[in-house]
C-alpha cells in the first residue's frame, strides 16, 4: 500500500495540528497503522498505532493524553490530531501500515512494511 502523509507545519507551543495519512488501497482496512517521528540525528520512534476498526489504539507514553490516532476507512485515511504541542514534538512525522502486526511489536518499525514519505512538524517556543 502507498501511502502520502501530509498536515504538517511550524507552529508555537500550546497550539495543535493534525497530519492525515492517504492510502491508496481500498483494502485499506486490512492493514494495522501508526505514526513514527524521527528528529534530526536520533532513531525513527514510535507515536501512535490503530487496529484494523479503529476500536483500540496504542501511544506513546511522551504523547499519552496529548495526541489522538484515528482511522476513517471508507476514506482511506488514518489522521493524528496533535495538541498542546511541545518543542519537542519536533521531527518529521511519518505514517506507515502493517498487514500483521501483535502488542509486543506494534511500536517497533521493522513490523511496518509501508511507509508514507514523512511530514515535517515543527514547534517553537
Known amino acids: 500500500v502507498q501511502l502520502q502523509a501530509s498536515g504538517g507545519g511550524s507552529v508555537q507551543a500550546g497550539d495543535s495540528l493534525r497530519l492525515s495519512c492517504a492510502a491508496s488501497?481500498?483494502?485499506?482496512?486490512?492493514?494495522?497503522m501508526a505514526w513514527f517521528r524521527q528528529a534530526p540525528g536520533k532513531e525513527r520512534h514510535f507515536v501512535a498505532a490503530i487496529n484494523l476498526s479503529g476500536g483500540s489504539t496504542a501511544y506513546a507514553d511522551s504523547v499519552k493524553g496529548r495526541f489522538t490516532i484515528s482511522r476513517d476507512n471508507a476514506k482511506i485515511t488514518v489522521y493524528l490530531q496533535m495538541n498542546s504541542l511541545r518543542p519537542e514534538d519536533t521531527a518529521v512525522y511519518y505514517c506507515a501500515a502493517s498487514s500483521s502486526v501483535i502488542r509486543s511489536n506494534l511500536a517497533t518499525p521493522t513490523a511496518y512494511a509501508s511507509w508514507g514519505q514523512g511530514t515535517q512538524v515543527t514547534v517553537s517556543s
Open positions: 488501497q481500498r483494502d485499506f482496512s486490512r492493514f494495522y
